[in-house]
């Protein structure tokens, strides 16, 4: 079993920049594929972007591609997800969620095992 609990989101002006952090405990978060998601309001929870047990493999979705950044520190049991230039378009309930990977990135949803509660993202135009 793993707990995930997300961090660092908040109310920022549109062009501005929030790093949230996805912190694990429980069992062995290092051999886990971890991704981050967010759902708006009335929209389906979507994929942003996604990593590996490793961290040498990354996935970003068009909406993310040049302005997010998806890393992870094994020795801190915790995944960061950077996000620059924001738009009120990102404005979501961001999710990080774990799943088993064998080394390489996860991408549906369905892949992911543990999901934390969420933090909510708001980018004010």
């Known amino acids: 079993q793993v707990q995930l609990a997300e961090s660092g989101g908040g109310l920022v002006q549109a062009g501005g920049s929030l790093r949230l952090s996805c912190a694990a405990s429980g069992r062995t978060f290092s051999t886990y594929a971890v991704g981050w998601f967010r759902q708006a309001p009335g929209k389906e929870r979507d994929l942003v972007a996604a990593i590996n047990w490793s961290g040498d493999l990354t996935y970003y979705a068009d909406s993310g591609k040049g302005r997010f950044t998806i890393s992870r520190d094994n020795a801190k049991d915790t995944v960061y997800l950077q996000m620059n230039s924001l738009n009120p378009e990102d404005t979501a309930v961001y999710y990080c969620?774990?799943?088993?990977?064998?080394?390489?990135?996860?991408?549906?949803?369905?892949?992911?095992?543990?999901w934390g509660q969420g933090t909510q993202v708001t980018v004010s135009s």
């Open positions: 969620a774990a799943g088993y990977g064998a080394g390489v990135v996860l991408i549906s949803m369905y892949e992911y095992h543990y």
